[in-house]
Nanobody, 124 residues
Framework: QVELVESGGGLVQAGGSLRLSCVASERTFSNYVMGWFRQAPGKEREFVAAISSSGGSIRNTDSVKGRFTISRDNAKNTVYLQMNSLKAEDTAVYYC?????????????????WGRGTQVTVSS
């Protein structure tokens, strides 16, 4: 089973940027749909962005459109989340998720493999 390891979280001021990375152990990474989710204290895990296995299709939640960009490098088994213009409400633990398939999916229930998460804290 594929293992996922996130990195790149940290503390940043509002308006700043961070880039999250998620490295997968699976050699057939290009057969996996990848997603980023986040969970703030006391809230349910929510969808942020997803990318198809080829990288040709992307979906984002409305609150991050124009600010966050998901991308992937299949040669490096890595998916990224570039986060710009960060806001205090973006503070959460960010999780990388994977499932075999082609189409970018947006529900927590669609994914069967998860990383441990990386904390993102945005100070206002």
């Amino acid at each position: 089973q594929v293992e996922l390891v996130e990195s790149g979280g940290g503390l940043v001021q509002a308006g700043g940027s961070l880039r999250l990375s998620c490295v997968a152990s699976e050699r057939t990474f290009s057969n996996y749909v990848m997603g980023w989710f986040r969970q703030a204290p006391g809230k349910e895990r929510e969808f942020v962005a997803a990318i198809s296995s080829s990288g040709g299709s992307i979906r984002n939640t409305d609150s991050v459109k124009g600010r966050f960009t998901i991308s992937r490098d299949n040669a490096k088994n890595t998916v990224y989340l570039q986060m710009n213009s960060l806001k205090a409400e973006d503070t959460a633990v960010y999780y990388c998720a994977a499932r075999r398939g082609i189409t970018a999916l947006t529900s927590v229930a669609n994914y069967d493999t998860w990383g441990r998460g990386t904390q993102v804290t945005v100070s206002s």
